[in-house]
């Protein structure tokens, strides 16, 4: 039985028991709506309890039943039901009660909470609102500031805080949350326990704040219509009856539910939980990392180590001499400190992380890590140096690894002598922040080192995307393929700027050349070159972006790449420099300038990205579409409420 009522009177206790995450399927809501006429119509019963087994309350409707035709009860009515029945209910909340789980407790008179529990109303992050009074019960619980929050930024807030607002009435200790919340219902029979409560409608909540706070909202949301769409639902709540006011949101609930943003978000929301699951990987136990080795101390090879020290990994970094380590060891602290000054880790926890941590230019220091990145210079040549090295200096089953971002992967394993431990785990920048680790599978990899990778991406709270090797493996191929596009599109006749803000418009984070500016010029160009020698001579090629490079103009680290950054700004000007060059370019190849539809620009872009995804799936380089959406939308910006190149591009797996 998914819900069950238990009479111990004057109490009633409901427990829910729907795992995993106890979400409102139709049996759940079915056995609620009994739990309510079985209460009410029991005279011994004063007050109930409702809790859930397993590993947290009720996480939310089941996101899994939305495809389908809704079943009656509708979740509104349940607890509408609940909030109207004449004996108190006390939600007691561990884990996670989320989206309609929240509603539930809000509909419950009561609600009281283990410690580390969390509470929260995050469906815009799948593209709707709170469909069941989430947005006319919390901002009379909370007061319309907070409530707005909660709401249109999707994040949950932990007990004490929720203490703090009032959403829950008391905090139990971590293991009497039962006892504790029965205790509570007794004292709620003589109505002896009263919540005070916000004014309710805020009158400060004037139009004139309500058009602010929905313009930065709106501002905010690039593009996404849920976030809006909760602000106006909140404000509907402050001027409109309770009744219109649930009416209302139900409506734009289920024209939110049934429009394609939701169905991207949703999309999205199972792709994310899908890539690391590689069935041939279901049984092989992954190599335990006690301890792990960076060769490198740059950009990456500093992001990664602050992200494993992050995870609690030791990590023994190895640079090229001790001034180089000396300057890697400043890039990881000055990574910590960054993480301690947010608040996100302790002083005494900073501390020991840095005591985690050590770096020399000593390849002997690498005879205890159970596996090793290299994040040296994007050079074959430097990295087999370095693999030699790693295969004199390291135990014979450490796993050794590779961040190159385009190097041919099998031709570094084949220079080992033990090529079933080497792998490529190519991170994104900056790496203690993206959360996408493409897994390079090598034709030598093994099972074991696989999982590995997979284990080590699960512990560094990562999302593995498995790719096989090609050039790019799969973000950066579909890059390479969109930035043709682009490039062709300039010679043609539109400028970086039209470019970029078409790609802004489109929902992406930032435009092509804007990312180019701020990565570096410099990487594209050496990629260029080095594959120049076999380059398809019929292919078109434009020389807009070598000639900038041949100038020097490398982006933001000098100041001038597609655009014009004046003393230290980020944001870029238009350069009349770059328009000759253009010019110069287009007039060379004969090409009559031409204007671009910012619709065109968007469909040549994702055209490109969707074609090319076809190729890396029918080549195996990918295992799903899914998966390729994954890469794209963590790595690259792509807007989520799109659900990938690939779902927007109507390409969905089998
Ligand atoms: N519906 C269906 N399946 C769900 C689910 C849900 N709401 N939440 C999780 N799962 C599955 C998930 O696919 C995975 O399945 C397994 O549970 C474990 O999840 C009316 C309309 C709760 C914090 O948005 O945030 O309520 O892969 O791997 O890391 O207004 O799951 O094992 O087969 O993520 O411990 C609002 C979504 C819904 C919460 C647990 N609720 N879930 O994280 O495990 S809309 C949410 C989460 C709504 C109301 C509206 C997380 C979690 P499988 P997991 P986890
Ligand atoms: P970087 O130039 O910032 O750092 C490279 C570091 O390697 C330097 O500190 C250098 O001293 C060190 N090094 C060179 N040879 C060495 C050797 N023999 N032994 C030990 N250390 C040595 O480069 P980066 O941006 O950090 O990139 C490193 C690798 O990561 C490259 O393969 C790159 O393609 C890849 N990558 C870069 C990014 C990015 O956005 N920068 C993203 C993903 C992957």
Same mark, same amino acid.
């Given at each position: 039985m998914t819900v069950t009522v238990s009479v111990e009177a004057? /109490?009633?206790?409901?427990? &829910? @028991?729907?795992?995993?995450?106890?979400?409102?399927? #139709?049996? &759940?809501?079915? *056995?609620?709506?009994?739990?309510?006429?079985?209460?009410e119509s029991n005279d011994a019963v004063k007050a109930a309890v409702l809790l859930c087994k397993g590993r947290t309350f009720i996480a939310g409707a089941d996101i899994r039943e939305f495809g389908q035709p809704p079943k009656e009860p509708h979740l509104p009515d349940v607890i509408n039901a609940i909030e109207a029945c004449s004996k108190p209910w006390t939600a007691a909340i561990h884990g996670t009660a989320l989206g309609g789980g929240c509603e539930v407790a809000l509909g419950c008179h009561h609600r009281v909470a283990v410690p580390d529990a969390r509470l929260g109303l995050p469906e815009v992050n799948l593209g709707l609102i709170p469909g069941a009074g989430g947005t006319v019960r919390l901002p009379r619980v909370i007061g319309v500031d907070a409530a707005l929050d909660m709401i249109t930024s999707g994040k949950p807030v932990g007990a004490q805080k929720a203490l703090e607002m009032g959403l829950v009435d008391a905090l139990s200790g971590n293991d @009497? /949350?039962?006892?504790?919340?029965?205790? #509570?219902?007794?004292q709620t029979i003589d109505s002896s326990v009263a919540s005070d409560r916000p004014a309710f409608p805020p009158a400060e909540w004037n139009d004139e704040k309500w058009e602010e706070a929905i313009g930065a909202i709106r501002k905010k949301a690039r593009g996404q219509q849920s976030p809006v769409e909760a602000a106006l639902a909140v404000r509907d709540?402050?001027? /409109?009856s309770l009744e219109d006011a649930q009416r209302a949101e139900r409506e734009r609930f289920v024209k939110l539910r049934d429009g394609d943003q939701s169905k991207a978000l949703r999309h999205v929301f199972f792709a994310e939980r899908q890539t690391a699951k590689i069935d041939e990987l279901k049984d092989i136990a992954p190599l335990e990392i006690k301890a792990a080795g960076i060769i490198g101390g740059g950009t990456m090879g500093a992001g990664i180590a602050a992200s494993m020290l992050l995870a609690g990994i030791p990590v023994t970094m190895v640079e090229r001499d001790d001034e180089a380590a000396d300057a890697g060891k400043g890039r990881v602290f000055k990574t910590l400190e960054a993480s301690h000054k947010r608040g996100l880790i302790s002083d005494e926890k900073l501390e020991n992380l840095k005591e985690a941590f050590t770096a020399s230019s000593d390849y002997a220091s690498l005879a205890d890590a159970d596996l090793v990145v290299e994040a040296v210079f994007e050079d074959m040549a430097v990295k087999k140096q370095v693999f030699d090295a790693l295969e004199k200096h390291c135990r014979a089953d450490a796993i050794l690894a590779t961040n190159t971002s385009y190097l041919d992967v099998n031709e570094i394993a084949a220079t080992a002598e033990k090529p079933e431990r080497v792998i490529g785990l190519h991170?994104?920048?900056?790496? #203690?922040?993206?959360?996408?680790?493409e897994i390079i599978r090598t034709d030598t990899v093994s099972a074991e080192t696989l999982a590995t990778g997979f284990a080590l991406a699960k512990r560094m709270r990562k999302i593995p995307v498995l790719a096989g090797v090609c050039d790019g493996f799969i973000g950066n191929r579909i890059l390479a393929s969109y930035r043709k596009q682009c490039d062709y599109m300039l010679e043609d006749g539109a400028s970086p700027a039209e470019i970029d803000s078409a790609m802004r418009n489109f929902g992406m984070a930032m435009g092509p050349f804007e990312m180019q500016d701020m990565a570096g010029l410099d990487i594209g160009w050496a990629n260029r070159k080095r594959l120049a020698p076999n380059r398809d001579p019929n292919e078109r090629y434009v020389k807009i972006a070598d000639r900038l490079c041949e100038l020097g103009r490398f982006g933001q680290k000098t100041g001038k790449g597609w655009y014009l950054y004046e003393e230290g700004s980020r944001k870029g000007k238009p350069d009349p420099d770059v328009a000759a060059i253009i010019d110069e370019e287009r007039a060379k190849a004969g090409i009559s300038p031409r204007s671009f539809t910012e619709e065109e620009i968007q469909n040549r872009i994702l055209q490109a990205m969707t074609t090319? *995804?076809?190729?890396?799936?029918?080549? *195996?380089?990918?295992?799903t579409a899914a998966d390729i959406d994954m890469v794209m939308i963590l790595g690259y910006g792509f807007p989520r409420w799109r659900g990938g190149p690939m779902f927007a591009g109507g390409v969905k797996d089998q």
């Amino acid at each position: 039985m998914t819900v069950t009522v238990s009479v111990e009177a004057p /109490l009633a206790i409901v427990q &829910v @028991d729907n795992p995993p995450v106890n979400a409102l399927s #139709h049996a &759940v809501r079915e *056995g609620l709506m009994n739990a309510v006429r079985e209460i009410e119509s029991n005279d011994a019963v004063k007050a109930a309890v409702l809790l859930c087994k397993g590993r947290t309350f009720i996480a939310g409707a089941d996101i899994r039943e939305f495809g389908q035709p809704p079943k009656e009860p509708h979740l509104p009515d349940v607890i509408n039901a609940i909030e109207a029945c004449s004996k108190p209910w006390t939600a007691a909340i561990h884990g996670t009660a989320l989206g309609g789980g929240c509603e539930v407790a809000l509909g419950c008179h009561h609600r009281v909470a283990v410690p580390d529990a969390r509470l929260g109303l995050p469906e815009v992050n799948l593209g709707l609102i709170p469909g069941a009074g989430g947005t006319v019960r919390l901002p009379r619980v909370i007061g319309v500031d907070a409530a707005l929050d909660m709401i249109t930024s999707g994040k949950p807030v932990g007990a004490q805080k929720a203490l703090e607002m009032g959403l829950v009435d008391a905090l139990s200790g971590n293991d @009497d /949350l039962e006892a504790f919340a029965r205790n #509570h219902a007794r004292q709620t029979i003589d109505s002896s326990v009263a919540s005070d409560r916000p004014a309710f409608p805020p009158a400060e909540w004037n139009d004139e704040k309500w058009e602010e706070a929905i313009g930065a909202i709106r501002k905010k949301a690039r593009g996404q219509q849920s976030p809006v769409e909760a602000a106006l639902a909140v404000r509907d709540a402050c001027t /409109l009856s309770l009744e219109d006011a649930q009416r209302a949101e139900r409506e734009r609930f289920v024209k939110l539910r049934d429009g394609d943003q939701s169905k991207a978000l949703r999309h999205v929301f199972f792709a994310e939980r899908q890539t690391a699951k590689i069935d041939e990987l279901k049984d092989i136990a992954p190599l335990e990392i006690k301890a792990a080795g960076i060769i490198g101390g740059g950009t990456m090879g500093a992001g990664i180590a602050a992200s494993m020290l992050l995870a609690g990994i030791p990590v023994t970094m190895v640079e090229r001499d001790d001034e180089a380590a000396d300057a890697g060891k400043g890039r990881v602290f000055k990574t910590l400190e960054a993480s301690h000054k947010r608040g996100l880790i302790s002083d005494e926890k900073l501390e020991n992380l840095k005591e985690a941590f050590t770096a020399s230019s000593d390849y002997a220091s690498l005879a205890d890590a159970d596996l090793v990145v290299e994040a040296v210079f994007e050079d074959m040549a430097v990295k087999k140096q370095v693999f030699d090295a790693l295969e004199k200096h390291c135990r014979a089953d450490a796993i050794l690894a590779t961040n190159t971002s385009y190097l041919d992967v099998n031709e570094i394993a084949a220079t080992a002598e033990k090529p079933e431990r080497v792998i490529g785990l190519h991170f994104f920048s900056p790496a #203690h922040i993206m959360k996408l680790l493409e897994i390079i599978r090598t034709d030598t990899v093994s099972a074991e080192t696989l999982a590995t990778g997979f284990a080590l991406a699960k512990r560094m709270r990562k999302i593995p995307v498995l790719a096989g090797v090609c050039d790019g493996f799969i973000g950066n191929r579909i890059l390479a393929s969109y930035r043709k596009q682009c490039d062709y599109m300039l010679e043609d006749g539109a400028s970086p700027a039209e470019i970029d803000s078409a790609m802004r418009n489109f929902g992406m984070a930032m435009g092509p050349f804007e990312m180019q500016d701020m990565a570096g010029l410099d990487i594209g160009w050496a990629n260029r070159k080095r594959l120049a020698p076999n380059r398809d001579p019929n292919e078109r090629y434009v020389k807009i972006a070598d000639r900038l490079c041949e100038l020097g103009r490398f982006g933001q680290k000098t100041g001038k790449g597609w655009y014009l950054y004046e003393e230290g700004s980020r944001k870029g000007k238009p350069d009349p420099d770059v328009a000759a060059i253009i010019d110069e370019e287009r007039a060379k190849a004969g090409i009559s300038p031409r204007s671009f539809t910012e619709e065109e620009i968007q469909n040549r872009i994702l055209q490109a990205m969707t074609t090319e *995804g076809k190729n890396i799936l029918a080549e *195996g380089i990918a295992r799903t579409a899914a998966d390729i959406d994954m890469v794209m939308i963590l790595g690259y910006g792509f807007p989520r409420w799109r659900g990938g190149p690939m779902f927007a591009g109507g390409v969905k797996d089998q």
